[in-house]
């Protein structure tokens, strides 16, 4: 596609569940990112893939959290034994990758918005 | 660790006022600094895109700068119109790789 795409762009599940955000970048784009944004704050990052592997895990706030891109193209952001304090948008960005010359523009998805009740 | 600031986290101006948005960073070993535009409930729109050996960038009305060695940022506005009510936020980008760390937003409300 065009842009960055993200789903589901809504999901409300219970304390407990298992959940998981999948992430299709712009194509041609070997960098993509995922970031977490609650109400009123600016985006805090989770962690950055440069093809296939994590180059950047640091954000990641804990162990139920964990994310793979397993063919170098689309990821998926995965949450274990979900909290009320995960209720967040989760944004997925793509850019070219880091080396290659290009500018490091990011370009962001529209958000997949979790409601943990 | 980079740390960003944005001032003021919100600002209400009347139709047609210029205006300037404030972004402050701590690390001035940046590689780039972006500008980006939020609508309510939507993602994030890139405006203008700052390379660490660039001082401005203009697109339309708005006019970016960035001084690395003050750590500092803004964004100007002209003739700003109720159109342009969203969150921006400026977020900087290190040098290893290109992960950004974002500053808090300033929410702009432009009133008719």
């Known amino acids: 596609g065009a842009g960055v795409s993200q789903t589901p762009s809504n999901k409300v599940t219970e304390k407990g569940k298992y959940v998981e955000l999948r992430c299709d970048p712009i194509?041609?784009?070997?960098?993509l990112y995922w970031y977490r944004q609650s109400l009123g704050q600016g985006p805090e990052f989770l962690i950055y893939f440069q093809g296939t592997g994590a180059a950047d895990d640091s954000g990641l706030p804990n162990d139920r959290f964990f994310a793979v891109r397993p063919e170098g193209s689309v990821s998926t952001l995965k949450i274990q034994r979900t909290e009320r304090g995960d209720s967040a948008v989760y944004l997925c960005?793509?850019?070219?990758?880091?080396?290659?010359?290009?500018?490091?523009?990011?370009?962001f998805g529209e958000g997949s918005r979790l409601t943990v009740l | 660790k980079q740390e960003v600031t944005q001032i003021p986290a919100a600002l209400s101006v009347p139709e047609g006022e210029n205006l300037v948005l404030n972004c402050s960073f701590t690390d001035s070993a940046i590689y780039n600094l972006q500008w980006f535009r939020q609508d309510p409930g939507k993602g994030l729109t890139s405006l203008l895109l700052i390379q660490s050996s660039q001082r401005e960038q203009t697109s339309g009305r708005l006019n970016a700068s960035l001084d690395k060695s003050s750590g500092r940022s803004t964004l100007y506005i002209a003739a700003s119109q109720p159109g342009d009510s969203a969150t921006y936020l400026c977020?900087?980008?290190?040098?290893?790789?290109?992960?950004?760390?974002f500053g808090g937003g300033t929410r702009l409300m432009v009133k008719p």
């Open positions: 977020a900087a980008t290190h040098n290893a790789g290109n992960m950004l760390t």
């Open positions: 194509s041609g784009h070997t960098a």
């Open positions: 960005a793509s850019s070219l990758g880091a080396g290659q010359g290009n500018t490091g523009e990011l370009f």
